[in-house]
């Protein structure tokens, strides 16, 4: 059986102390296997970006652990195996579009040997050369913006920029913070497009938070509900869509009845975490 591209067990994350304490999650597993599409899912406040943060490595665990392809965070990250897309796209306004996304290729020629040395750990086979990110810009539809400042690209064209710079590294794990949440619905579903093709192509695990259940049911193989008071997984609802997944699946009974079904799940995560 692989190694878990993503293995979260029996985690917890308090924030404050005494009365005022925060428990942000509570015993939560999570097992995410390799060339999985995984979106997390829930009310505000449920600890999503939390989870996100601890597969990171951003934040520790108080307790229970956390691993990627066997490996701690901390490990993982030094080695490039993680990509981050947070709300906002992060792009060094001075550079060029094309500038930014080969910068951490630049910077970070020494993760390849770490990254060997894990792969060869775990008995996995390290990624072939770092690809061509002219190309891969031509493939998310910004060739013609290759040489343009950020400031000079809407916030569409920004958010796939930040998207082709996370996966030119060709890392073991993209985690996804709400990437689309600030944008019009027409250019979020034209980037989950976009995101879909660029996936399929390079099979990079993906744990993507979102709020909207369209969203979810669109790009998932499974989605993950949280529940609040305390942060907790209630449930996870595997998609047997077909793929690819186009604009028409959208208009589907069996679309609309994902749809349903995880909303009817969200009401009662909502239910709880009011009661």
């Known amino acids: 059986m692989k190694t878990a591209a993503i293995e979260v067990r029996g985690a917890r994350r308090v924030y404050g102390f005494g009365p005022s304490a925060m428990v942000a999650l509570d015993d939560v597993d999570l097992s995410v296997q390799p060339g999985r599409f995984v979106s997390v899912i829930g009310p505000s406040g449920c600890g ?3 989870l996100l943060r601890l597969v990171a490595g951003l934040e520790p665990a108080d307790r229970g652990e ?11 990250c030094a080695a490039k195996m993680v990509g981050l897309v947070p709300q906002t796209p992060a792009l060094l306004p001075w550079l060029s579009v ?7 290729q630049k910077v970070n020629r020494g ?4 990254r060997a040395a894990i792969g060869e750990a775990a008995d996995r086979v390290a990624p072939p050369e770092p690809p061509d990110m002219a190309e891969l810009l031509r493939k998310a539809g910004l060739a013609e913006a ?12 920004q958010q796939r920029t930040a998207i082709v710079r996370a996966f030119g590294l060709q890392p073991e794990v993209l985690l996804m913070d709400e990437p689309f949440s600030a944008l019009d619905e027409f250019t979020r579903e034209s980037l989950q497009e976009q995101l879909l093709d660029l ?13 909207s259940v369209s969203e979810a049911v669109r790009l998932s193989d499974a989605i993950v ?7 907790r997984i209630i449930d996870v609802v595997n998609v047997d869509l077909p793929r690819p997944r186009g604009r028409d699946l959208l208009k589907t009974p ?7 079904l995880i909303r009817d799940k969200l009401r009662g995560a909502w239910h709880t975490q009011v009661a």
Request: proline content about 6%.
């Open 48 to 50: 999503k970006s939390t």
């Open 66 to 76: 956390v691993g990627i392809h066997g490996v701690s965070p901390e490990e993982a």
């Open 98 to 104: 094309l500038k930014n996304v080969t910068l951490p």
């Open 111 to 114: 993760a390849a040997r770490r």
């Open 146 to 157: 290759a040489h343009k400042l950020p400031g000079e690209l809407s916030g569409g064209m």
């Open 199 to 211: 996936w399929d192509e390079l099979k990079t695990t993906v744990l993507f938070v979102t709020h």
């Open 225 to 231: 509900i949280m529940a609040a008071k305390p942060g």
């Open 254 to 260: 069996e679309f609309h009845h994902l749809e349903d």
